[in-house]
């Protein structure tokens, strides 16, 4: 089965303290695809990065980073000074190959709502 | 510009009347896809469509019935039959290839009169 949990619901901190996003997830597939999007209060969810498999490297955006382990399953995002414009929910998502008939199908956690107080 | 259209953006529906959703994109993606979202529970995917005239049931597909019609459309009716409709409905569309992102309207919050 496949699986993305995102074991914290809600995380609060005060602007320009670093917050790490947890992502745990469970596949069979060798070959897959991880996302991570952010949803502002206005409500759209925007893309923020795509990582595939066999590609562990770690990537920096900004303040954005992201930590993907295989060994343990994890593809973690860490927001560097955060900010408030950085309150929002973040996904994580998972697809693979062959899951529910369509390679573009993706299996999301529930989220992590993010507060950064001024 | 290049996107995905949802409209409206607030509806509301009354007991036992079915409601349209809209969503329209300009990216010539080929598959298309509608989730519901409530507090809580993530994303869950209602039905999803990787080619005109074809569309298959997601998780949570009861009392949703959809419409694929032309490559850019790609609506959603809620039917009566479907006793919780009040959620956060989003429509995104993907080339449907092995790793490429899903891109998202702005949604349409259904509620119950």
């Known amino acids: 089965a496949q699986k993305v949990t995102q074991a914290q619901t809600e995380i609060s901190v005060v602007e320009k303290e670093d917050v790490t996003l947890d992502c745990v997830y469970e596949?069979?597939?060798?070959?897959?695809?991880l996302f991570w999007y952010k949803q502002p209060p206005s409500g759209e969810l925007v893309f923020l990065i795509r990582?595939?498999?066999?590609?562990?490297q770690n990537e920096i955006s900004g303040r954005y980073s992201w930590n993907f382990q295989k060994s343990t399953s994890s593809f973690n995002f860490t927001i560097t000074a955060s900010q408030v414009v950085d309150s929002a929910v973040y996904f994580c998502?998972?697809?693979?190959?062959?899951?529910?008939?369509?390679?573009?199908?993706?299996?999301f956690g529930k989220g992590t709502k993010l507060s950064v107080k001024p | 510009d290049g996107g995905i259209t949802q409209s409206p953006k607030y509806l509301f529906r009354k007991e036992g009347q079915n409601v349209t959703l809209s969503c329209e994109q300009n990216?010539?993606?080929?598959?298309m896809y509608w989730y519901r979202q409530d507090p809580g529970q993530g994303l869950r995917l209602i039905y999803y469509?990787?080619?005109?005239?074809?569309?298959q049931k997601g998780d949570i597909a009861e009392g949703y019935s959809v419409s694929r019609e032309k490559k850019e459309s790609f609506p959603l009716t809620v039917t009566s039959a479907q006793k919780n409709p009040t959620a956060f409905y989003l429509c995104?569309?993907?080339?449907?290839?092995?790793?490429?992102?899903?891109?998202f309207g702005d949604g349409t919050r259904l509620s119950i009169l």
């Open positions: 995104a569309s993907s080339t449907d290839r092995a790793g490429q992102p899903q891109h």
């Open positions: 596949t069979r597939d060798t070959t897959y695809y």
């Open positions: 990582r595939n498999s066999f590609d562990e």
């Open positions: 998502a998972l697809s693979g190959l062959y899951y529910g008939g369509s390679q573009g199908n993706l299996i």
């Open positions: 990216l010539n993606h080929d598959a």
């Open positions: 469509s990787q080619i005109v005239n074809d569309f």
